[in-house]
């Protein structure tokens, strides 16, 4: 079964400094890896997506993350924070399954930018 | 918009009352799904249905209904609800494909804020 951890609920970075958010799976099989964003009452928006190629995948808002298969980390950065990025962020993993399609989620971690 | 609307976006019910959550894609997708975000808590999916039959429930009481008349459609069925079901409901869609992987994901609406007093 696949599962997926995200280290740390909430972390604080100052405007301009680097985003880092951890994102290690358990999987069986090669996964499909995402991070989304969810901004105050809205649902969840796709940042970006690993599914097969080049490990380090860009996405949207200046966000990247690389898939490192012997870690099995999928860690999310952004070179410079903005205060727009403050949001919750889930990374999910998907493995072939027989029926569902499903993603399974992370706990989220939720960014507060400082000014 | 992201191509996945809920309605209505907010709802505050009494523990009486029966109502119903609507979910509505457009982008050609056939998997649709019903998930409940709570204060503190891990996303949890409720239902999955997969070319509008219900392919999974993960254990969900029996005062939420679900109903998937087409694939473009989804709708949550709310009775005799208890104030901790109060949360974020979120419908999602994805293109269900014959490997069983969602490569483009899930695409999620903007959800139902629902209150239960």
């Known amino acids: 079964a696949q599962s997926v951890t995200q280290l740390g609920s909430h972390v604080s970075v100052s405007e301009g400094a680097l985003v880092l958010l951890r994102c290690n799976y358990s999987?069986?099989?090669?996964?499909?890896l995402f991070w989304y964003v969810q901004y105050p009452n809205q649902g969840l928006q796709l940042l970006l997506k690993?599914?097969?190629?080049?490990?380090l995948v860009k996405g949207i808002n200046g966000f990247e993350a690389e898939f490192k298969k012997s870690e099995t980390s999928f860690h999310l950065t952004k070179p410079s924070a903005h205060m727009s990025d403050a949001a919750e962020y889930f990374c999910a993993v998907s493995e072939k399954e027989a029926a569902g399609n499903k993603l399974t989620f992370g706990g989220g971690t939720r960014v507060l930018v400082k000014p | 918009e992201t191509g996945v609307t809920q309605t209505p976006r907010h709802l505050v019910m009494g523990m009486t009352n029966k109502k119903s959550l609507k979910c509505e894609q457009h982008l050609g997708h056939n998997a649709m799904y019903w998930y409940k975000q709570s204060a503190k808590k891990p996303l949890e999916l409720m239902f999955v249905y997969s070319l509008e039959e219900r392919v999974e429930n993960n254990s969900v009481p029996s005062r939420f209904s679900p109903e998937c008349p087409n694939s473009s459609h989804l709708f949550l069925h709310l009775h005799t609800l208890q104030p901790e079901d109060s949360a974020l409901y979120l419908c999602?869609?994805?293109?269900?494909?014959?490997?069983?992987?969602?490569?483009?994901?899930?695409?999620f609406g903007s959800g139902t804020r629902l209150t239960v007093v």
């Open positions: 690993y599914t097969t190629g080049a490990t």
């Open positions: 999987s069986s099989v090669p996964p499909y």
């Open positions: 999602a869609s994805s293109l269900y494909s014959w490997t069983g992987v969602p490569v483009d994901g899930y695409t």
